[in-house]
């Protein structure tokens, strides 16, 4: 898809398309206590994210939520989920793995592509891998990719590595392989398979190149994506390929990066007293603003977006 102000989104013809009023990214506090507010001013209103991943479900005993004395994390987490239920928030459960901040805002998901008038970033600290292979920053969206269903099918017919040791990252490998990419499975997990025996001999099946107990030293290229490096027991090689596909937790800053936000030191996304990044429009709230990196404190930022995304939309649908 190309926008008129000439950024292209790859967006899958495999995804279900929605349009929202708001949508807020993260179900921890941050993103909850947003969406509760423009939920409850009536506003359409989207939350994306895995409630397993939120640091809230994490905390064992929390005893520092003002009004609850004493609660466990767990609990706490589906009350605010309740909560945002109530007035009607939709949550999906997946991850966002690509989005262009212009207007309208564009979203993709590893389901649907998303288009919101305001965007509240409550991604937190806690996900994002922290270790990136080198190169892989730089290629965000030019050959290295997060989703088989959004990007799959741009690279039919052509070479493309997947890199990932668990069960969904052999599913998306699968479908890569549906897609009709040549994909080869590179194995980078010093730890061994992690994958059921089922999908390993569903993949030996199809006869899907396997590369294991590799070291992937550097993604290479010019503009776009050319070559990667491995290094395994058979020594170094660079092989060529038009992308790679890198199903493991998704690196948030390379993305806000790519899509203009503004960040700051620690990795954490620069805001002003409004919650309000550099970006009209998109906001941030919580542990991913490097705040109060506290429950009270995400939940405080998360309504201060939201009462912000309320006015931003009540002024562009004027
Ligand atoms: C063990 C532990 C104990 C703690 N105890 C306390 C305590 O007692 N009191 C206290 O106040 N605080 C405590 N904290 C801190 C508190 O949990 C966090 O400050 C708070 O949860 C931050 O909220 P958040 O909404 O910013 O992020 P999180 O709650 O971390 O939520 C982040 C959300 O972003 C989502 N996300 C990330 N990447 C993507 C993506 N690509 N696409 C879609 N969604 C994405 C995740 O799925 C998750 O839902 C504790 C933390 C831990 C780890």
């Known amino acids: 898809m190309e926008l008129d102000f000439g950024i292209s989104v790859d967006i899958g013809p495999t995804l279900e398309s929605i349009s929202t009023d708001v949508l807020c990214i993260g179900t921890g506090p941050a993103g909850l206590a947003a969406a509760i507010y423009t939920a409850r001013a009536g506003l359409d209103t989207i939350i994306v994210g895995k409630k397993s991943e939120s640091y809230l479900g994490k905390g064992h005993l929390i005893e520092n939520y003002p009004g609850i004395p004493s609660i466990k994390g767990a609990d706490l987490l589906e009350k605010f989920i309740e909560h945002t239920q109530k007035f009607g928030a939709r949550i999906i459960e997946t991850e966002v793995t690509d989005f262009v901040l212009g207007d309208p805002k564009l979203i993709t998901t590893k389901?649907?592509?998303?288009?919101?008038?305001a965007v509240v970033i409550?991604?937190?600290?806690?996900?994002?891998?922290?270790?990136?292979?080198p190169g892989e920053a730089s290629f965000v969206g030019m050959g290295v990719s997060y989703c088989a269903t959004c990007d799959g099918p741009l690279?039919?017919?052509?070479?493309?590595?997947?890199?990932?040791?668990?069960?969904e990252a052999a599913e998306d490998l699968l479908t890569l392989h549906q897609m009709g990419c040549k994909v080869t499975w590179i194995l980078d997990d010093p730890d061994g398979l992690k994958v059921s025996p089922e999908l390993v001999e569903e993949i030996k099946e199809l006869n899907i190149p396997i590369i294991e107990t590799a070291v992937v030293k550097e993604i290479k290229g010019q503009e776009k994506v050319e070559s990667i490096v491995i290094e395994n027991d058979e020594g170094e090689k660079e092989l060529k390929i038009d992308a790679v596909f890198v199903f493991k937790a998704i690196p948030m800053t390379p993305l806000f990066k790519k899509a203009g936000v503004k960040i700051g030191g620690r990795n954490c996304i620069q805001v002003d007293?409004?919650?309000?990044?550099?970006?009209?429009g998109v906001f941030a709230a919580g542990d991913v603003t490097c705040g109060g990196m506290q429950i009270v404190t995400a939940a405080g930022e998360g309504a201060v977006a939201g009462m912000n995304a309320i006015k931003y939309v009540r002024k562009q649908k004027k």
């Not at 389901?111 to 008038?117: E, F, G, L, P, Q």
């Open 111 to 117: 389901k649907n592509a998303i288009s919101a008038v």
């Open 122 to 133: 409550a991604t937190g600290k806690g996900t994002a891998r922290k270790k990136l292979i």
């Open 155 to 167: 690279y039919r017919g052509r070479e493309v590595v997947a890199i990932g040791n668990s069960n």
């Open 273 to 280: 007293r409004m919650q309000q990044t550099n970006l009209s």
